[in-house]
């Protein structure tokens, strides 16, 4: 299915496509536009907010990225009026249509004023009864409306107004486009493209677990009360303890998919295109072949006035019609009367077709691909073969023009309009549209370059250095070809060179400057090589490179030019990207001024538009991996071992690192004018105190911390981290506490980047307690920076210009920090008289790359051990390492500084995944070199050689080379030009498993530095406790490979593992930009905020307001509306808006198995929140269900040590105990039980709740021996942490009380028995079976909800109160905002 936007041109102007609103009950909302003043629209960081959510939920949702930002001068205007977003919200009312079709009664549609005449087209192409029409025009009164124009431009189009659908004549492009459309309706609950991962089909599973849509309670209800059908039982492997890890489970089954209703055997061109000159004069346009299912071949004509049968056989040519012709304007009314058993099963298949929620065949923006499949019968497929041979994407038919023109689409997108918010909307969707489109040419591109399907535009070269042109899309290897990068690590450098490159075509393009353009930048990593593909500047394929750069250098710096535009437009990205202007020198030693990094080259397009390329050193060097003859780091970094030498000189450091280190130092910058305030006022005489401070404040110990060991101590006690986070709420600025911080350069960072851990003499608790009034210092701190930084008396500025000195700022008057990037690159040289600036500019650097250490690197595991990062696979590792600058080459350094804590049992999940991530990355840079060598005909040879060596315990796996099935009698002659990889060697055949592992431990000494002790995959599953299957998903979805879904017997000592049957696919991994919703993203912030202060109707609004704004820019599937819907869904459910929140989550599942991936963590967590809702809109089973799928996933990706799988089985066992299954519920209450005190210490709260848990099933099994024993463990706990007084300390002594009664009242009935035997008089006791609202108010302690209680009518008042806003609205009435404004920036502080 490909999505309604698709056949618009992201070039044709003011185009509106809607995504499947319509059908997804979003009703007309999309129409909705709002516009919002005083919200700078550039968002001054690159980093992919793609994985923005992947930890958040509840208590840690505040992981989104740092993109919030704000221009530090937006403050000059109207005081504090300026910073508060408006949001005006124009209602266009939408209307109702009847539409006739032939053949059918007409029905009623409901339109938006902005929809274009072409959107109607594509609801009824979907609808289950005009599904088969495709050549229609739709006319008013006799007119024909414009596909292009917008409704509310059509005159006389009204409410009621009747559209016909009229049958138009066809064209060749017409029938095409109908043979396409049938083709997609036939296939569309056929997976197959979803396996082989084309046109952005993916996979989705849940509805065999919901058995359809979730929203049908009425048949929900009859099932859902009788308790006694329900059967409890999981599968043996989903029990707590069980070792077996099954593949097969990953994809359950799918009936729709299992005996897929054919209508059809074959659909395809007849050899007998295109039709000769004569027929082509009687309106013939092409000739089909089909066989039905009756087996009846039959040869088709499509002509102008539709489709008939002719006379034609496979081998004579008759196109006369037969008789009857049966002549219809569409192939299904054809079919339907020529086969029978086409007219039943197409009838049922478009039933079941449109039964299916639209999240689940909606294309996604990206392809995302699976690592496993099943074996899937290849069919004949006519559009697929004529697809695969075409430079165009399936749905470019509707494209006017050849192939499309990348570079000017990608240009011209960024040019449009963007003052108010309907421009904003339009250009980011235009911008996102083309992005997406673009990433799938290059990777289509970039597969035809590697399987030699292209012809290089240098073929004389050697393979390596050849370079391709296909598509409008220019294509090189990641080899080091004219000794570019020798001097910087030759191949090493060359492969890592284009990621660099591609964050900074991110950073850049976030900012998002006029005027200055980068280029289409895609990396795709195929078969062991590294692609990379960019749009083409106008102009430069003809023209030499030396005379078309006019500003930095093509020789690192040997000869450098420079250009006064170029300079006047980096300037505006040197702040929100800190890139200091600097000069260097050029070959005649003259100085040369630049703005950017030498390499950065700037190049004037045939178009006139100002172009920057090579943007690989945006960011500063990273000195921890960069040795320097001369250069000593601070102590912090050689304590560490640092620096250590790395394989290329081109390490830099993450954007997000730079961020959290400025806005670290912003702290200290404002603590330090703080203090000497607080000096001058105590004692205006004895200036002393003041050059005191300021000596310390200088002294180099400054750097960025010194007292590395109080601050590693203080993340293991509780008390001490308290006290830092305490000591950094007091340095936000007065006013919101940590909701908004004090903003580096302007920007509003959340509080997560600094874990006030780093104490620098000048931090700390001591300080803050001595001085009682800092706060106030504070205040009159940021009175004094004056916006031209004239201060108001010299003392001030003193006190400023000192503090500037010691956090290194660049301006004596503010606080301003920027880096100078090409420091420490060779060949790179200054002019003398900037030789303090530079050594200033080194011990920066020095001091961030010491701050990444000592502060980050413990941040980060800090903040694994409160568990407010929940890493669950690598993917969640990487992405948790990457949100806080730190780069996976520090992944060896992260697990040592693990293994040192005392705490380290409680990191052991952590270590664990950081292990397999590290040995998975050597095993894939190790497959990389490995496949290069291996021919196309012995790939899945080679691929299951190598996964035999990595993880089958068959010691002398021996590579079974492929039988030659076509062995030519005659050796042929070597071919000249190879494709890549072409050689006819078969080295790869001898790797053994033993060499495999070696490679292994030394990949991981020479690159990470750490030292792996095992020479074989079961040692090392052995000695780090891992499972084969998590080891074998990682590294498949690594390097793209997809193996065949079955059990793989790893541990046979007898047989290898795979065989090359196994191997189905090899994928591309592909990295691209991702272009950002930036309002929408500024109100689903705003809503986290509110939510946050307690206010959820305004909350909710806003969230709601985001959706909408989501769905403009992204259509209706990315991961940022995933995040946006979860948060919905939970607020609905606190509202007590249940079968709400069921429909917003089950979209947000469907959509996390679709963007993200079926057994990607984030879509576990989604899977669970689900359960909860269907177990409070009374659907056990269903919760059940879910709950043991999330479980099985969360085996396979982590195994079943890991701190969430205690609040899954705690779960799963309260769903249980619900449902009387009381041994099933102890079993995995116990087990969460073990695992919250192994992770949470025994002494936490959890595991206190996790005892009552227990002891409450012992309850109501009447073993209140255990039920006692459990609950007093929890009392003691409650006892010792809360105080006798605390309610929950209480409730528990109730509890015991009451356990303790019923024991007594059981022993008395048991001596009774023992005494008077059959004819004792029992007093009945009470057992007591859960209520669901007790089970379902546990569920929601544990799931961290907590409600706020709504009686019908506060409901009713606020849905009413709602209705009343909107009424308003819609007249225009509210143009002033809304009385609690969003999110007020509390950032007064102006910066010059």
């Not at 004569?278 to 089909?288: F, I, S, T, V």
């Not at 420079?562 to 929100?576: F, G, N």
Request: hydrophobic share 35%; charged share 25%; aromatic share 6%.
């Amino acid at each position: 299915m490909v999505s309604k936007t698709d056949d618009i041109p992201a070039s044709v102007p003011n185009c509106n496509p809607v995504d499947f609103a319509d059908e997804a009950g979003d009703g007309a909302q999309d129409s909705k536009e709002t516009s919002k003043t005083h919200l700078k629209d550039s968002c001054g960081c690159g980093h992919s907010a793609d994985t923005a959510m992947v930890n958040g939920d509840g208590a840690h949702e505040r992981t989104e990225e740092e993109d919030s930002k704000q221009d530090g001068n937006s403050e000059a205007d109207g005081g504090d009026e300026s910073n508060e977003q408006e949001v005006i919200v124009i209602q266009d009312t939408g209307f109702t249509v009847k539409i006739q079709a032939p053949g059918t009664e007409p029905f009623d549609l409901q339109v938006s004023p902005q929809e274009m005449v072409q959107e109607i087209h594509q609801v009824l192409m979907d609808r289950e009864d005009t599904c088969h029409r495709t050549c229609f025009s739709l006319q008013l009164d006799g007119n024909v409306l414009d596909n292009f124009a917008e409704l509310k431009s059509i005159e006389g189009l009204q409410e009621g107004s009747l559209l016909k659908v009229v049958e138009e004549p066809y064209t060749v492009r017409e029938a095409r486009i109908h043979v396409r459309h049938i083709r997609d309706l036939l296939k569309s609950l056929d997976p197959s493209d979803s396996y082989n991962g084309v046109d952005c089909n993916s996979l989705s599973f849940l509805s065999i677990f919901t058995d359809g849509d979730l929203g049908d309670s009425d048949k929900r209800k009859k099932k859902g009360n009788e308790l006694e059908q329900i059967d409890c039982t999981p599968p043996e492997h989903i029990l707590p303890g069980s070792k077996d890890r099954p593949l097969v489970p990953l994809q359950p089954p799918n009936k729709d998919w299992k005996q897929p209703m054919q209508c059809l055997k074959v659909l395809t061109m007849s050899g007998w295109n295109p039709p000769p000159g004569n027929r082509k004069m009687h309106g013939d346009l092409m000739y089909l072949c089909m066989v039905t299912v009756e087996e009846r071949h039959i040869s088709v004509t499509a002509s102008t006035r539709g489709f008939y049968l002719n006379q034609s056989t496979t081998y004579t040519f008759n196109p006369k019609p037969a008789n009857p012709s049966f002549l219809s304007h569409s192939l299904v009314e054809l079919l339907s009367q020529i086969s029978p058993a086409f007219k039943k099963n197409f009838t049922a298949l478009q039933k079941k077709r449109v039964q299916r929620h639209p999240f689940e065949r909606i294309a996604t923006p990206f392809q995302v691909y699976s690592w496993t499949a099943p074996q899937v019968d290849h069919a004949m497929d006519c559009v697929r073969a004529e697809d695969a041979y075409t430079s165009r994407l399936g749905y470019e038919e509707h494209i006017p023009g050849q192939t499309r023109d990348w570079n000017e689409e990608l240009q011209t997108t960024r040019e449009l309009p963007r003052k108010n918010l309907p421009e904003r909307l339009l250009r980011e969707r235009a911008i996102f549209k083309v992005h997406s489109d673009f990433a799938a040419a290059a990777t289509r591109g970039a597969m035809a370059v590697i399987d030699g399907n292209v012809m290089a535009i240098n073929p004389g070269e050697e393979t390596r250095m050849q370079m391709f042109i296909w598509n409008n899309i220019f294509f090189s290897l990641g080899f080091d070809v004219r000794d570019h990068y020798r001097e910087l690590g030759g191949d090493a450098a060359a492969h890592v060179a284009p990621t660099n490159d591609l964050n900074g075509v991110q950073a850049y393009g976030a900012v998002d400057v006029e005027g200055l353009y980068t280029l289409g930048t895609v990396v795709v990593d195929y078969r062991g090589y590294r692609v990379t593909a960019q749009s083409i500047i106008p102009g430069i394929l003809e023209r030499e490179q030396e005379q078309s750069v006019i500003y930095g250098s093509i020789d690192f710096g040997k000869t450098v030019v420079s250009h006064s535009k170029y300079l006047e437009l980096l300037e505006k990205t040197s702040r929100p990207l800190k890139v200091q202007r600097h000069n260097v020198l050029n070959e005649k030693s003259e100085s040369v001024e630049l703005c950017s990094s030498v390499e950065c080259k700037g190049i004037i397009g045939n178009d006139g538009r100002h172009y920057i390329l090579d943007l690989l050193r945006t960011f500063p060097p990273d000195l921890n991996f960069l040795p320097v003859d001369g250069e000593e780091l601070s102590p912090e970094s050689r304590r560490q071992g640092f620096p250590r030498q790395h394989r290329h000189r081109l390490a830099c450091l993450r954007q997000e690192l730079i961020e959290a280190f400025v806005e670290h130092r912003y702290l200290l910058f404002m603590k330090m004018a703080a203090l000497q305030l607080m000096q001058q006022k105590a004692n205006k005489e004895a200036k002393a105190n003041i050059h005191a401070i300021t000596e310390t404040a200088e002294a180099p110990s400054e750097s960025s911390a010194d007292t590395t060991q109080t601050q590693t101590t203080a993340s293991d006690s509780p008390g001490a981290t308290e006290s830092n986070a305490s000591a950094a709420s007091q340095t936000a600025t007065a006013g919101e506490g940590n909701s908004s911080q004090p903003a580096t350069n302007g920007l509003v960072e959340p509080a997560a980047t600094l874990n006030g851990e780093c104490k620098s003499p000048l931090e700390g608790k001591e300080l803050e307690e001595s001085i009682p009034r800092l706060a106030q210092a504070k205040e009159l701190a940021e009175t004094l920076v004056a916006e031209d930084g004239s201060c108001i008396d010299p003392k001030s500025r003193e006190v400023v210009l000192n503090a500037c000195k010691a956090v290194g700022s660049i301006s004596n008057t503010s606080f301003d920090i920027r880096f100078n990037p090409d420091i420490f690159s060779p060949g790179v040289r200054f002019p003398d008289d900037s030789a303090d600036d530079i050594q200033k500019q080194k011990q920066l650097l020095k001091d961030a790359a010491a701050f990444l250490v000592s502060c980050q690197i413990p941040s980060l595991v800090k903040d694994c051990l409160d568990h407010s990062a929940l890493p669950m696979d690598g993917a969640t590792l990487t992405e948790a390492l990457r949100q806080r600058g730190i780069n996976i080459r520090y992944l060896g350094t992260v697990l040592e500084f693990v293994d040192k804590t005392p705490a380290k049992a409680q990191l052991e999940h952590f270590y664990r995944i950081g292990i397999s991530e590290l040995i998975t990355r050597c095993a894939k840079h190790i497959f990389k070199t490995y496949l290069q060598a291996v021919e196309l005909s012995a790939l899945s040879a080679a691929v299951s050689h190598f996964l035999n060596c990595f993880l089958s315990s068959f010691p002398d796996a021996v590579a079974h080379l492929p039988p030659d099935e076509l062995v030519s009698r005659r050796k042929s002659r070597k071919r000249r030009n190879r494709v890549p990889g072409g050689g006819d060697n078969t080295a790869w055949a001898s790797l053994t498993p033993n060499e495999l592992w070696k490679n292994i431990a030394s990949e991981a000494k020479s690159y990470y530095h750490f030292t792996i002790q095992c020479e074989s995959v079961d040692q090392v599953v052995e000695k780090y406790g891992f499972q084969k299957t998590t080891l074998l998903r990682e590294i498949s979805v690594k390097t793209g490979i997809q193996i065949l879904i079955k059990e793989y017997n790893f541990d046979s000592r007898h047989k290898p593992a795979f065989t090359e049957e196994d191997i189905l696919n090899i994928f591309p991994v592909v990295k691209h930009v991702n272009p950002k919703a930036s309002d929408a993203f500024h109100f689903f912030q705003s809503g986290q905020a509110k939510v946050q202060q307690g206010f959820l109707k305004e909350g909710c609004e806003l969230i709601n307001e985001a959706l909408n704004l989501f769905n403009n820019v992204y259509g209706a599937m990315h991961v940022e509306i995933c995040a946006c819907l979860r948060l919905l869904a939970r607020l609905n459910y606190i509202m007590g808006d249940h079968a709400e929140a069921l429909s917003n989550q089950q979209k947000a599942v469907l959509m996390s198995e679709r963007v993200l991936g079926i057994e990607h963590p984030n879509t576990i967590q989604e899977y669970m929140h689900l359960a909860l809702y269907c177990f409070a809109n009374g659907q056990l089973s269903t919760a059940l269900k879910l709950l043991y799928r999330a479980r099985y996933l969360m085996l396979l990706v982590s195994g079943e040590d890991h701190p969430e799988m205690a609040l899954l089985d705690s779960n799963i066992g309260l769903v249980l105990h619900g449902v009387m299954e009381y041994d099933l519920s102890l079993r995995f209450l116990e087990n969460a039980l073990t695992i919250n005190t192994k992770y949470h210490g025994p002494r936490s709260l959890k595991v206190a709740l996790s005892h009552h848990l227990v002891a409450r099933v012992y309850e109501s099994k009447a073993e209140f021996r255990s039920a006692l024993q459990h609950e007093k463990e929890g009392y003691t706990i409650y006892k010792n942490q809360m105080g006798e007084a605390h309610e929950k300390t209480k409730e528990s002594s109730e509890f015991l009380k009451y356990l303790t009664q019923q024991a007594v009242a059981l022993q008395r009935t048991m001596n009774e028995i023992y005494k008077n035997g059959s004819n004792a008089s029992i007093t009945p006791l009470k057992f007591t079976a859960p209520s669901m609202a007790s089970v379902l108010e546990q569920l929601n302690i544990i799931n961290g909800i907590i409600f706020i209680p709504l009686s019908q009518k506060d409901l009713e008042n606020l849905k009413a109160e709602v209705q009343r806003r909107q009424q308003l609205q819609e007249l225009g009435k509210i143009e002033e905002p809304t009385e609690d404004r969003p999110l007020e920036l509390e950032d007064k502080i102006p910066i010059d």
